[in-house]
C-alpha cells in the first residue's frame, strides 16, 4: 500500500466491481494509475498483445481519461547489467462505444510502442532514448581496477561501455 499497488481479484463478478470502483476514485481525484492490462507481466516480444476486457470498462466510466501506453523491456546489450528501455506512447481518449472497441484500440496503441521498442534494439540504435539512470558498467571491482590499470600504463582512454569502440592496447599506433 506504500507504493501504491493494489491487486486485481480476476475471474470474479465482486473483484472486478472493486478494481472499477477503487481505480475510479483515484482518476475522479485526479490521479494517476499504471495498469498492467494484460493481467500479468508479461515479455514485451509477445505478439498479439492482449488486454483484460476490464480496461475498456473502466476507460468507459472515467469520462475524459487519457491513456498513454508504456512499453517497457529489459536487454542485456553491452553490459552486464540490463538496459531498461521505456517508451511512452501519446495520450489519447480511445474512441467508440464498445468496450472490446476500446480494448482492441488500446491493444493496437501498446503494440505500436512494443514494436518501436523492438525495432530500435534490433537496429541497435537506441539514440532516441535518453539515459536517465546511469550506473556502473561492471560487476566486478577487480575488473574496473584492471580496467583503469590498464588506461594508465597505455596512456589510452579505456571506454565508458563496453559497446563503445575498443581499440586494441597491444598494437601501437
Not at 477503487?22 to 485526479?30: F, I, K, N, Q, S
Not at 521498442?117 to 534490433?122: F, H, I, Q, S
Not at 540504435?125 to 590498464?150: E, H, K, N, Q
Amino acid at each position: 500500500t506504500r507504493l501504491g499497488v493494489y491487486s486485481v481479484q480476476r475471474g470474479s463478478a465482486a473483484g472486478a466491481r472493486e478494481f472499477l470502483r477503487y481505480t475510479r476514485g483515484l482518476l475522479d481525484a485526479g490521479g494517476s494509475v499504471w495498469i498492467t492490462p494484460q493481467g500479468e507481466i508479461a515479455p514485451h516480444w509477445r505478439r498479439p498483445v492482449r488486454f483484460q476486457e476490464g480496461v475498456g470498462h473502466l476507460v468507459q466510466r472515467v469520462p475524459g481519461v487519457q491513456v498513454v501506453p508504456v512499453a517497457v523491456a529489459y536487454e542485456f546489450l553491452d553490459e552486464p547489467r540490463p538496459e531498461v528501455l521505456v517508451k511512452l506512447g501519446p495520450p489519447r481518449r480511445p474512441a467508440g462505444d464498445s468496450r472490446a472497441g476500446i480494448v482492441r484500440q488500446l491493444e493496437a496503441d501498446l503494440e505500436r510502442e512494443l514494436d518501436a521498442v523492438r525495432d530500435a534494439l534490433g537496429a541497435r540504435d537506441l539514440s532516441r532514448f535518453a539515459v536517465l539512470l546511469d550506473g556502473a558498467t561492471s560487476i566486478s571491482v577487480v575488473y574496473d581496477l584492471v580496467r583503469r590499470l590498464r588506461t594508465w600504463t597505455t596512456g589510452r582512454p579505456d571506454p565508458a561501455r563496453h559497446g563503445d569502440l575498443v581499440s586494441d592496447p597491444l598494437r601501437s599506433e
